[in-house]
């Protein structure tokens, strides 16, 4: 980078102290600055040096792992050189940092800085401040900040099995601040780099949290129609915990022992199946089981914590699903109102969700900090709610999916007068745009969503379509034979085109099942069906399916609506009467 160039290109030159017999030419470097204090000039000058040592020296240091400083040694001057090397080393640790910074104050100390502020006094012996003491006192905030956010930061651990190796660290920080002070740099008490690498519990922690956070909302913002297959047998890696710890297994010792031999077995022999449990086969998101897993991850992690970070990281987990519900139907928004793949990707992630927070702080119960074990460890609470957000999110789907189809069903001019060619074609033109509909849709969630949820979803909207057919049909006043023998053609269309939407897996044979099923998932298809057959019988023939209010047309018409269709259907005589009659 251009700063690392100008970087390599700085260099600090010291003239050295004079010796013994060329100190007539001139004073030497100590009177110079000691008349400088003298004059009040010397802080004013210091302090310009200091941040010219800071911006060109000391931050690069620190900044660049790959800047080197290197040494020249003249008969009058001492040059600090910077080369580049590796360039590709993108971190390093703090103690390769605190050597080149610790030989940067070597060099000063040696040339330029170890000088009294005062003349000692002839009767007094003590310890005078130097002008590195002053110079410290200048720069080591700024210096000492910049060493923390540049390297210690970096150097924090983001697994806890490493946190054991950081005493090095810890070590090698109390070495460097020991060194600077034995060049008078810094004050006894000083301790600012210490106290943060000692801390490194509470930052590791912190960055740990930070990290996960950062994760989980990379993953919310990623792709989602990116999937996995999910199957009962199939489950998110799961970390391997250990066994319940022996003070459980005391517990059932003591209890087995309080009952004879012949009471203890009450368990019930017959055994709930293995999917009891188990999620239904579907497709979710794979940013979604990776977000699983970084729970699951995060919260091994924190067994092995400390109590503050155990606490920490378990909170980081919940701050995970808690992000989740307020950042994913957020930014997706536009794309789960759109696209009905999507909204039902979503539903399942959700589902998937809500079936893992229901076990997921039980499994760790035991494992954390006992301030967590007392039933505060449980992510319950949060179940309800990512039900509620796929549940909504897929209805709204649904809404949309009604409404078009009501829509479209509106350009078939109320299936009246089916002699006219132009309003047969209307009303044709808008059942197939119906069922075309349905099959797409068939098709986009297949595979997508668990088996039951695509057949209540696809039912629903079938019905909505047959409800609304046969609402316009009987709410007609005229029914021509001709008109009746149309209506009949376009609704056999709907009757043997209908359960072929009915698409839920991809295998077309497995599908068989499900479109014989049809009257199970489509509340109207009896009426429907009943309908057709108005439509095409004659007047004993309605009276017969009526059968006094027990029959099967019974069942799905109330009698006005009958009346209503025979009035519709057929000329007034007097058998129509007596149909009508009987119809009550």
Not at 86 to 102: A, T, Y
Not at 372 to 381: E, I, Q, R, W
Not at 541 to 557: M, N, R, S, T
Request: proline share 5%.
């Amino acid at each position: 980078s251009s700063s690392l160039e100008s970087a390599v290109h700085s260099e600090l030159h010291l003239r050295t102290v004079p010796s013994k017999e060329e100190e007539i030419a001139g004073p030497p470097v100590a009177s110079v600055l000691q008349a400088f204090a003298v004059l009040g000039e010397l802080h004013t000058k210091l302090k310009i040096f200091g941040q010219l040592l800071l911006k060109y020296v000391l931050k690069p240091l620190i900044s660049y792992p790959s800047l080197q400083p290197f040494t020249e040694e003249q008969s009058d001057v001492f040059i600090l050189r910077f080369k580049s090397e590796e360039p590709n080393l993108d971190h390093f640790s703090p103690m390769e940092v605190f050597d080149k910074i610790k030989l940067i104050f070597e060099v000063l100390h040696k040339y330029l800085l170890n000088v009294p502020l005062e003349q000692p006094a002839e009767d007094k012996k003590e310890c005078r401040p130097t002008l590195a003491e002053l110079l410290g006192d200048m720069i080591w905030e700024e210096l000492s900040d910049c060493l923390i956010q540049n390297c210690l930061v970096n150097s924090i651990p983001t697994n806890s099995s490493k946190l054991e190796q950081y005493i090095e660290v810890i070590k090698s920080t109390e070495e460097f601040e020991k060194a600077l002070k034995n060049m008078q740099f810094l004050k006894g008490d000083t301790t600012d780099l210490l106290k943060y690498a000692r801390n490194v519990n509470s930052h590791f922690a912190n960055k740990k949290c930070q990290d996960v956070i950062v994760a989980a909302r990379n993953l919310m913002t990623s792709e989602i129609h990116n999937t996995v297959k999910i199957t009962p047998d199939s489950c998110v890696t799961l970390p391997r915990l250990p066994d319940p710890g022996a003070g459980d297994h005391l517990k059932m010792q003591k209890t087995s022992k309080l009952l004879p031999n012949d009471m203890v077995n009450l368990e019930n022999e017959t055994k709930l199946s293995q999917y009891t449990f188990s999620l239904p086969t579907c497709r979710i998101s794979s940013s979604v089981e990776k977000l699983m897993e970084l729970a699951y991850q995060t919260l091994l992690e924190a067994t092995a914590s400390t109590d503050q970070c155990c606490i920490q990281l378990f909170y980081s987990v919940r701050n995970i699903f808690q992000l989740f519900y307020d950042v994913v139907p957020t930014y997706h928004k536009e794309n789960l109102q759109k696209l009905p793949q999507l909204a039902a990707i979503h539903h399942n992630n959700c589902m998937y969700i809500a079936h893992h927070l229901l076990t997921l702080g039980h499994q760790f119960r035991y494992r954390l900090t006992n301030i967590l074990c007392d039933g505060a460890a449980t992510f319950v609470d949060l179940v309800p709610g990512f039900r509620r957000l796929g549940m909504e999110c897929f209805l709204a789907q649904m809404r949309v999916q009604k409404g078009e189809i009501l829509e479209r069903l509106s350009s078939a001019r109320n299936f009246s007068n089916m002699d006219d060619e132009e309003n047969y074609c209307a009303a044709n033109r808008a059942i197939r745009q119906v069922l075309h509909q349905l099959k797409r849709l068939g098709k986009v969630w297949q595979d997508v969503l668990p088996v039951n949820i695509y057949c209540k979803a696809m039912g629903t909207l079938l019905n909505t379509a047959l409800t609304e057919v046969v609402t316009r049909i009987a709410a007609l006043e005229d029914i021509s034979a001709e008109d009746a023998d149309r209506l009949y053609s376009l609704c056999r269309t709907m009757v043997e085109e209908g359960p072929q939407v009915f698409t839920p897996l991809p295998e077309d044979d497995k599908n068989k099942k499900y479109q014989e099923e049809v009257p199970v998932y489509v509340q109207k298809w009896m009426t429907f069906k009943e309908l057709m057959i108005i439509l095409q019988a004659n007047l004993q023939e309605i009276v017969d399916q009526w059968a006094d209010g027990k029959g099967p047309l019974a069942a799905e018409f109330s009698a006005a609506e009958v009346k209503s269709l025979i009035r519709a259907l057929f000329q007034n005589t007097e058998r129509r009467a007596a149909a009508l009659a009987k119809i009550k």
